[in-house]
């Protein structure tokens, strides 16, 4: 399907975690079509695909993280080549926001590179100085993953990292250096078992989280933290996977959601949802998908090139799509038998 001219295509990566490593993968299908189709060229054998991330000028370019590194392909996913940074766990990739020359990587364990030629040579970033709050710290051998990765668009020598099971992280100076934003005394690792961090164009300074059981929000650079109500899917909140601000309206921010897993009580079922704010964070509407997905809502994808397209995933691999905005959905379900062993973890459009 073409939208003003424009084909919007989909990408996603499929990977396990820890001891329950399976078949991974990575995916395209074209807007329009009903078939998905394998494109793992080049990509390390049983590729676990985490990140995945387009070139803001390019869509033909792509950057996908694997358990080797990062890999770029420069043809839409056909072939794929492995970059020379460091070979372990990619789980965040991001660009900074005007030079897509720099792009970063985010690292199990904790770890950061990046690249100041579009990926064709890396360096370590400094994390010696990243602690994590001490309730978080009982829990080996988590390797206290960088899952997310955002710079502030208003000033992007302003990155923040999300840390699972290890609260924020964030650099001042482009990524040379990071530091913690969350250390301290914490009741539970809940609220600091982060899956995700954005910042918006339209809120400068302002950073939002999501964790476990909730989403919070700082006005400050992360300074001071507020918890920002949106819904409770099960008792004590929601268990918070994806977030996303719009590309063509920056007050526009989707999150990703479910039930069950991570604070949930025990014998929760799990459930998914995506919610909506209009208004930077101060309101949210849960959007109407259809049929209430069995699974946890795990992934969102908008392109920017067209973004009334809208897309969303859970873990398992039922996938939904917009081509309004959000108002209306079509569903169904990704090809793939996926079970406890592999979850789809990146998604991506362009």
């Known amino acids: 399907m073409t939208t003003n001219g424009h084909e919007t295509h989909i990408y996603v990566g499929i990977a396990g975690e820890g001891d329950f490593v399976g078949q991974g993968g990575m995916i395209r299908r074209t807007l329009g079509d009903s078939e998905w189709q394998p494109i793992a060229k080049g990509l390390p054998e049983?590729?676990?695909?985490?990140?995945?991330?387009?070139?803001?000028?390019?869509?033909?370019?792509?950057?996908?993280?694997?358990?080797?590194?990062?890999?770029?392909s420069d043809d839409r996913g056909e072939h794929w080549e492995a970059l020379d940074a460091p070979k372990a766990d990619v789980w965040s990739l991001a660009f900074?926001?005007?030079?897509?020359?720099?792009?970063?990587?985010?690292?199990?364990?904790?770890?950061?590179?990046?690249?100041?030629?579009?990926?064709?040579?890396?360096?370590?970033?400094?994390?010696?100085?990243?602690?994590?709050?001490?309730?978080?710290?009982?829990?080996?051998?988590?390797?206290?993953?960088?899952?997310?990765?955002c710079a502030d668009p208003s000033e992007p020598d302003d990155i923040y990292g999300a840390i699972e099971v290890g609260?924020?992280?964030?650099?001042?100076?482009?990524?040379?250096?990071?530091?913690?934003?969350?250390?301290?005394?914490?009741?539970?690792?809940?609220?600091?078992?982060?899956?995700?961090v954005q910042v918006s164009a339209a809120a400068p300074g302002t950073v939002f989280i999501i964790a476990q059981?909730?989403?919070?929000?700082?006005?400050?650079?992360?300074?001071?933290?507020?918890?920002?109500?949106?819904?409770?899917?099960?008792?004590?909140?929601?268990?918070?996977?994806?977030?996303l601000v719009s590309p063509d309206d920056p007050q526009t921010i989707y999150l990703a959601a479910g039930a069950g897993g991570g604070g949930a009580p025990s014998g929760t079922q799990e459930a998914g949802a995506l919610f909506r704010s209009t208004d930077t964070g101060e309101n949210w509407e849960r959007l109407d998908i259809g049929d209430e997905p069995p699974g946890r809502m795990f992934q969102i994808a908008i392109d920017p090139r067209a973004p009334s397209n809208v897309f969303c995933t859970?873990?398992?691999?039922?996938?939904?799509?917009?081509?309004?905005?959000?108002?209306s959905w079509t569903g169904d379900k990704i090809p793939l038998d996926l079970q406890r062993g592999y979850h789809v973890y990146p998604m991506v459009s362009g």
Request: hydrophobic fraction near 30%; glycine fraction near 14%; charged fraction near 20%.
């Open 46 to 72: 049983n590729p676990q695909v985490r990140a995945l991330a387009i070139h803001p000028d390019n869509p033909a370019v792509i950057f996908a993280g694997t358990q080797d590194g990062p890999y770029r």
């Open 96 to 149: 900074r926001p005007g030079n897509p020359d720099v792009v970063y990587a985010g690292y199990e364990p904790c770890g950061i590179a990046r690249s100041e030629d579009g990926g064709a040579t890396w360096q370590k970033m400094d994390t010696s100085r990243v602690k994590y709050p001490d309730v978080t710290t009982y829990m080996p051998p988590l390797g206290k993953r960088v899952i997310g990765l």
């Open 167 to 196: 609260g924020l992280i964030a650099s001042r100076n482009g990524g040379d250096s990071w530091d913690s934003l969350t250390d301290g005394l914490y009741r539970d690792n809940h609220t600091v078992d982060l899956h995700g």
């Open 213 to 243: 059981v909730a989403m919070f929000r700082s006005r400050n650079k992360g300074r001071n933290w507020e918890h920002i109500r949106f819904g409770e899917m099960f008792p004590g909140g929601s268990y918070c996977r994806g977030l």
């Open 314 to 327: 859970t873990n398992y691999g039922h996938f939904f799509a917009s081509t309004d905005g959000g108002d």
